[in-house]
């Protein structure tokens, strides 16, 4: 549907509804989505449901306002509701302490007990914090379907750039703005040249690749923030003149692709390539002499911009795990299945014989580890029914660090269920909470997990492998950490695994 048909059906449709009943489809809403207060429970899960289905069709500056206010009251909830979640996990754990690793615990009769309490309350409030991202991530897409001027204005003054807004909320009304950028490039062009703030930057210049070609006026602004100290920012502005296809970018692009290191490096060299349909990887020398003969008559070739293809070069080097780079990380997390089922038998191709999954697995990370480079950084979750650090903080890959690290797995034994939500959630939390937001500061930026199954929560019952995946969109919004995927053995959930790898920029391998 042509762009401007789209916004006179919207248009017709807002002006459908009276003004009488648009606000009490506004009050109904912000009744349901307001932050419970003390320790009352919020509105019921169904009730807000419907109030935002009740949504659909309306656009208007009232509208967004109404929508961002209920985001910032589900935020609240939901983060209640995870913090008491956590805290109840950490009791968990420390009731186990000494036992992680053992198929059968044996526990005092009070902290038996107590174990036993705990396992049905975290189950609850999981099943609440599930309920309210899958609810969460719809209203994000319904903030960023709003396409009325006045809708756009508002996200742009009132949310970009607040410090009172969490960053997936920014990243919504962004996509609002940068969906509506026909009714307010020129807005958007002068807030994304005042910005200083790298979140502010981030969100603006993600609106930039959405106006796409419509932006080539404006890219200016754009190609100075290819020069930010803040590696986020410069990224984000390559990602962006990909899509707006300015031939004055390519030189800075290039420039910053020979300062760029880990996945970072991977992420700007596709952006060039798709920027200028030429494919070098991320070899700056072969950029660099492309770009020295090219250079001097670019502007002038009608070459056609942004259309290119990212290439898949394969690596040479041995610094890999289970057949997956680690070169390109600077800092990387595992995320090893412990589970009872890691003792079935396994025959890995080029191995010397039969041996169990996790002796298989243990050797691998213990090869892996030994490749890794001093400017590299690393840190270990082991999991089975819950997660456990090895060490919980990023490491620099010393030799004595390295050499620590292959003793403890050596050590590793198997036990009980594959909680694998719950250990992803704490390898974000590892990640960092950064000066600017807790969704934006990054200590690591790549995760390999690796299991033998289906994921199961605490108790041992079957998880929901799209919960997980909705939960990862939420603490990995700006996919900033690569996640690869390593299955072992039979009877695996494929398909998950290979969408959580998709999903954020990973690959999957079996074995």
Not at 234 to 250: D, G, N, T
Not at 257 to 266: A, H, P, V, W, Y
Not at 444 to 461: A, M, R
């Amino acid at each position: 549907m042509p762009r401007l048909l789209s916004f006179l059906v919207l248009a017709l449709i807002s002006a459908g509804m009276p003004a009488q009943d648009e606000a009490r489809v506004l009050s109904t809403f912000k009744k349901a989505f307001s932050a419970p207060k003390g320790k009352k429970p919020g509105a019921p899960l169904a009730d807000k449901v419907s109030a935002l289905q009740a949504t659909d069709g309306l656009d208007s500056g009232k509208v967004a306002a109404a929508l961002v206010d209920g985001w910032r009251g589900l935020a609240a909830e939901l983060g209640g509701l995870d913090a008491q979640r956590a805290e109840y996990r950490v009791e968990m754990g420390q009731l186990i302490k000494g036992q992680e690793a053992v198929e059968r615990r044996t526990l005092p009769r009070p902290k038996f007990d107590r174990l036993n309490q705990l396992k049905p309350i975290i189950a609850k409030l999981r099943e609440q914090c599930d309920g309210l991202r899958e609810l969460q991530l719809k209203l994000g897409d319904r903030i960023a379907d709003l396409r009325r001027r006045d809708s756009a204005l508002y996200l742009l003054k009132k949310v970009t750039g607040s410090k009172k807004a969490d960053l997936p909320l920014r990243l919504a009304a962004g996509r609002a703005v940068g969906g509506a950028a026909a009714e307010v490039i020129e807005e958007l062009a002068t807030a994304i040249a005042r910005a200083r703030k790298a979140p502010e930057q981030i969100v603006l210049l993600d609106a930039m690749a959405l106006a796409g070609e419509a932006a080539r006026v404006h890219a200016t602004p754009v190609i100075k923030l290819l020069s930010s100290k803040e590696d986020v920012v410069a990224e984000r502005a390559a990602l962006a003149l990909a899509k707006i296809a300015v031939p004055e970018a390519v030189g800075p692009m290039i420039t910053l692709l020979s300062r760029s290191t880990g996945q970072m490096r991977l992420r700007v060299a596709a952006a060039v390539e798709v920027l200028t349909g030429e494919q070098h990887g991320d070899n700056i020398g072969a950029w660099n002499a492309w770009w020295k003969l090219e250079g001097p008559g670019f502007r002038s070739s009608g070459r056609e911009l942004g259309k290119g293809t990212p290439s898949h070069r394969k690596k040479t080097n041995d610094n890999y795990y289970f057949g997956i780079p680690q070169a390109d990380s600077k800092s990387i997390l595992y995320v090893i299945d412990c589970s009872g089922s890691m003792q079935a038998p396994v025959k890995m191709k080029g191995g010397t014989g039969d041996t169990t999954r996790m002796e298989a697995c243990k050797t691998e990370l213990i090869r892996g580890l030994g490749k890794l480079q001093p400017k590299q950084t690393f840190a270990i979750i082991w999991y089975n029914d819950l997660p456990h650090f090895w060490e919980d903080k990023m490491l620099p890959a010393s030799k004595a660090n390295i050499a620590r690290a292959q003793e403890f797995v050596r050590e590793l034994t198997h036990a009980s269920s594959t909680n694998i939500h719950d250990s992803l959630e704490l390898g974000f939390g590892l990640a960092g909470r950064g000066v600017y937001d807790k969704y934006y500061g990054t200590e690591l930026d790549t995760i390999f997990l690796l299991t033998d199954g289906s994921p199961t929560k605490p108790d041992g019952s079957l998880d929901s492998t799209e919960k997980i995946l909705v939960a990862v969109q939420s603490w990995n919004p700006l996919k900033r950490v690569t996640i690869h995927a390593i299955a072992i053995g039979k009877n695996l959930n494929d398909s998950f695994l290979r969408q959580l790898a998709r999903e954020n920029g990973g690959e999957f391998k079996r074995f």
